[in-house]
Each structure stands twice: as C-alpha cells, then as structure tokens.
C-alpha cells in the first residue's frame, strides 16, 4: 500500500515552501517520524519528518523546486497489510486524504480541469508559474523524475522567448536570476506593505555623545562575558518607553472594522541582514527586559539567524521594527513598514558633526533617524513627536533608568 506525503501547513499563512535538499534517497527505508526533507519557507529553514514507516518508492519534486501546501512530496510504500486510510496530518492543520492511484479520494470524485491534465507531468506549483509567466506546458519537455516538468524548465522556457501580441521576440543578454527563498519572499511582502499602507517618513538628527561614553565605558567588561553591546539594545529601550506615550505606534488596523487595535505589549522585529537575505527575529516583552537582557537576546537571535536555525516563532508577532542600517553606512533612509505594523524606525550611522552645544559649536557625535508609519493611522505632528521623545532619551540615557518601570 502506498502513501502519498504531502507538504503540511506550516502556519502563519505560509502557502508553499522551497525543498533545499533531500535527507533520505529513492529506495531508502524509513521509520515513522524519521526527517526527510529540509525544506525553505518564507520564515525560516525546517525540516520535515515523515508521517508513516515504509520504503521511499518516488520523490515527486527536485530540490530547488517550490511546492505548494498539499502538493506532494515523496511516495511511501507501507509494509505489511493494508490499512484502513485515514487523514494525513501536517504540522499545523489537516490536510484532505491522500488520493487512490485512480485519482480518486474516499466518496469524492475529481474533475478533470485543464489546469489539472494529467497528461501534463507537473505540480501545482510549477502550473502557477507557468500561467504567470505565459509559458504554454503542452509539448514541453520535463527535466524531472519521470519526465516531469520542474519550475527550471518552465523558467528557460521564458527566458527562450517572450509572447508580445502575436510576435515572438527573443530575449536579450544577460544574467538572469531567480528570485527564490527569503529573496522572493522579501518582494512579495515589501510589494504587500505598499500596497496597504499608506506611508510617509519623518527624519530627524540627535546628538548621542554621552550614549557613546556610556557604551564605551560599559562594552569593555561585557566583551569579558562574551557579550556584545551595541547600541541596538538602547534604541530597543528608548523606542518601547516612547511608546509608552504614543501607543497608537504600537498598534494594528484593522480594516474590516474602522478600528485600531492598541496592543498592549511591546515586540520588536530587529531587522537581520543574513546571506540568504533580510529576516526580521522577534524580541518578546522589550519592557520587562533590561538594556543587558536585551543585548543577550540580540546575540542569540541574530546568530541563530545567520546559521538559518532560528525557530518560527522567534519570527512571528512583532508589533514594531527596528532597522539599523547605520551599520552598512547608510545615513537617512525611508525603511518600509514591516506589514501588519504601523511603524519602523531606521537607524542611521553615528558620525562627527559640528553640533550647538551648551552656545557653543563643537563636535557630537550625531544619529540620523527615519520614521516610517502608516498615515492612517498618525499624522505628520504625532510622529515627530514620537521621534523626537526617542531622541530624548538617547541624548540622556539617564532617563532610560529614572523612568524604568
């Protein structure tokens, strides 16, 4: 008896996933639970474990390959007698019953759609890409297991040849490359946050200099515990006690009811540049950490970050963003709000700058600061509020600690 295993929900809205390598072969032997797949979604890289026990008969995608939720991942042969067929659990959800080699599920019967061919060898997913680039599946030759016809063979088939009107025009030179993984994602999302916000950037400048003084005079013992201080974590702190007086920051619209939503807890999506591109870890209750707690949390999610083993949840739930391209060398930007929040605030790099101090010019060290919100939500006055009470506490750091709660 075979079984068929499919790609389970993976929660949080997750739609598909991008198989990165196989961890068994095709004629391997399984155990229940045992890891088959690592695979890549929009949130992190997990690895799946096979619901049933029995012999790997078929893989029905190629590693690179991205496979919606449901599709089919690999066959199973069971052994011993044929069970009684039950429901194919996923790890968030259920997914519907596993078809019968005549296509068919229990009492249901499947139309045949031209989307759904069989006499084309392809997954849903590679269909979907085929209709949005305009490729015509029919008569293409599949590079797959058994001829199938993978998402590569679909996009060199684009690439051969556009259809504009009537005429076909040969493609240009030059280098194409796919956008895949955490690259693909990062457009689709910075595509959706355009498209259902509606967002300014407030900028400003503050003078930091005793906020330096007082990294510097503290990173010296911290490096000693293996730890890391940047000033990331002060930011943290100064932005969750400003939101304390401007709430309608930490917050979420929601659009079917007119209404917004006050959240009641502060957790801040720091912005991550890694090699497989920009990911966003979640530190939980900023206000009931201190400066040093947070810098700790940094630490461990930024590593596990770029090591890709970093926990969907630690990606999940963010109700403001930090950004800090500063770091790059970037002063002013306009970052993109991290969609369903209403705001982000980019860091800009610390510099030298000839400042008015106490009546007189001198040099500071000066950081330049970008407010993205959402309009709907604040007006132009509020955020500059907002920013410039942010400000004041990382130009006096000391109030950071007087209005600690």
């Not at 078929?58 to 939720?69: I, L, S, T, W, Y």
């Not at 009492?107 to 490729?135: C, F, N, W």
Request: hydrophobic content about 40%; some cysteine.
């Amino acid at each position: 008896m075979s079984f068929e295993f499919r790609l389970p929900d993976l929660g949080e809205g997750t739609t598909e996933a991008e198989i990165i390598c196989w961890l068994v072969k095709e004629g391997d032997r399984v155990e229940e639970h045992q890891l088959v797949v690592e695979v890549e979604t929009d949130k992190a890289v997990v690895e799946l474990p096979t619901p049933r026990a029995g012999k790997v008969l078929k893989f029905h995608c190629q590693e690179g390959e991205v496979v919606a939720v449901g599709g089919v991942l690999l066959t199973i042969e069971e052994g011993g007698v044929a069970q009684e067929r039950r429901p194919s659990f996923g790890i968030v959800g259920e997914l519907p019953e596993a078809e019968d080699e005549s296509g068919a599920t229990q009492g249901k019967t499947r139309p045949s759609t031209p989307a759904t061919d069989p006499e084309i060898r392809a997954l849903p997913a590679v269909r979907a890409l085929a209709k949005e680039l305009q490729v015509d599946l029919s008569g293409l030759a599949g590079s797959g297991p058994d001829n199938a016809i993978s998402a590569e063979d679909v996009r060199a088939a684009a690439v051969r040849s556009t259809t504009v009107g009537d005429q076909t025009k040969t493609v240009g030179p030059g280098e194409r490359v796919p956008q895949k993984g955490i690259r693909r994602v990062i457009a689709r999302r910075i595509k959706e946050a355009q498209q259902k916000t509606a967002f300014v950037t407030s900028m400003d400048e503050f003078d930091v200099s005793r906020l330096r003084d007082l990294k510097k005079r503290e990173e010296a013992h911290l490096s000693e515990r293996g730890l890391h201080l940047t000033f990331l974590p002060f930011f943290m702190k100064a932005v969750q006690h400003a939101l304390i007086t401007y709430p309608r920051f930490n917050a979420r619209l929601d659009e079917e009811h007119d209404e917004l939503v006050l959240l009641p807890d502060c957790h801040m999506g720091v912005a991550v540049d890694t090699t497989a591109g920009l990911m966003v870890p979640v530190v939980r209750d900023v206000a009931r950490k201190s400066i040093l707690e947070l810098a700790e949390e940094l630490q461990r999610l930024s590593e596990r970050a770029h090591q890709r083993s970093i926990d969907l949840e630690d990606l999940q739930g963010s109700t403001f963003t930090l950004t800090n391209f500063g770091s790059y060398g970037g002063l002013f930007a306009t970052p993109i709000i991290n969609y369903p929040n209403v705001a982000i605030l980019g860091c800009g790099r610390i510099r030298e700058k000839p400042w008015v101090f106490k009546g007189e010019i001198a040099v500071r060290h000066i950081l330049p600061l970008s407010l993205t919100f959402d309009h709907r939500v604040s007006d132009g006055a509020e955020a500059c509020r907002f920013l410039n009470h942010v400000g004041r506490y990382l130009e006096d750091p000391g109030l950071l600690f007087i209005e600690s709660i």
